[in-house]
């Protein structure tokens, strides 16, 4: 197989095959700084290694990466997971969501378009918002858009709830896709990230995938 260095990486590989679209929209405001960005850090990175153990989810999940405080910033652009470069996020600031959610929806609705002109069918795209806080700035009408993309089937928006967030925004956001994160253990939480990228892998497009069981330390939040 051809090797690539991360500045040589390809835009796509096998793109015969059905493609995967996973961002993470990270909150790297200063409330984060200490264990909770230490371990963020460590499992993130600790992730691309657990996923690319499994050939055929390696091969189908692009990677995107946006973190967030008083700016935003796209830390990693769509990328093959094999070639995501290693993170270090660096806590500072306010959380300021609006402008990064944004950004999130954009980028996400253009890999889907970018599969398409390839001649990829792609699955349905994940975002992956993880917070410690309640933002700043309103998020009320991105969370409008993202409602309609969830129902039209065209996002699946999920909300990690790191001790201290908002989880009320985070429904305003996420519906009932709300986890709750104890202990800062997202190692855990990334397992099962992983675990359902592979369920994908293994179902067709507009397939339902099998959920998987989450950790211990990550728990459903129930709505009110």
């Not at 950004?103 to 889907?112: D, L």
């Not at 002109?117 to 991105?142: C, H, M, N």
Request: glycine share 6%; aromatic share 10%; with cysteine.
């Amino acid at each position: 197989m051809e090797q690539f260095t991360f500045g040589e990486a390809p835009e796509i590989v096998n793109p015969s095959e059905p493609h995967m679209a996973l961002l993470f929209l990270v909150d790297t405001s200063y409330s984060m700084e200490g264990k909770p960005i230490n371990e963020l850090n460590r499992a993130l990175n600790r992730f691309k290694g657990q996923v690319c153990k499994d050939e055929k989810t390696k091969d189908i999940l692009d990677i995107a990466i946006i973190e967030f405080n008083s700016e935003w910033k796209v830390v990693q652009d769509w990328i093959p997971i094999e070639y995501m470069e290693p993170v270090h996020f660096v806590p500072d600031g306010g959380t300021e969501m609006a402008e990064a959610l944004d950004k999130a929806i954009e980028m996400v609705n253009e890999r889907s378009r970018f599969y398409r002109r390839s001649g990829t069918e792609p699955y349905k795209p994940w975002i992956v918002l993880i917070s410690d806080g309640a933002p700043f700035d309103p998020v009320d009408q991105l969370a409008k858009k993202i409602n309609v993309m969830v129902e039209k089937q065209k996002l699946a928006f999920w909300s990690l709830a790191v001790p201290g967030a908002d989880t009320e925004v985070l429904h305003q956001l996420s519906g009932k896709r709300v986890l709750n994160l104890a202990d800062y253990d997202f190692a855990g939480f990334f397992d099962w990230v992983n675990k359902s990228m592979r369920a994908v892998s293994v179902s067709s497009p507009g397939e339902k995938p099998k959920g998987q069981e989450l950790p211990s330390t990550v728990t459903i939040d129930d709505l009110m």
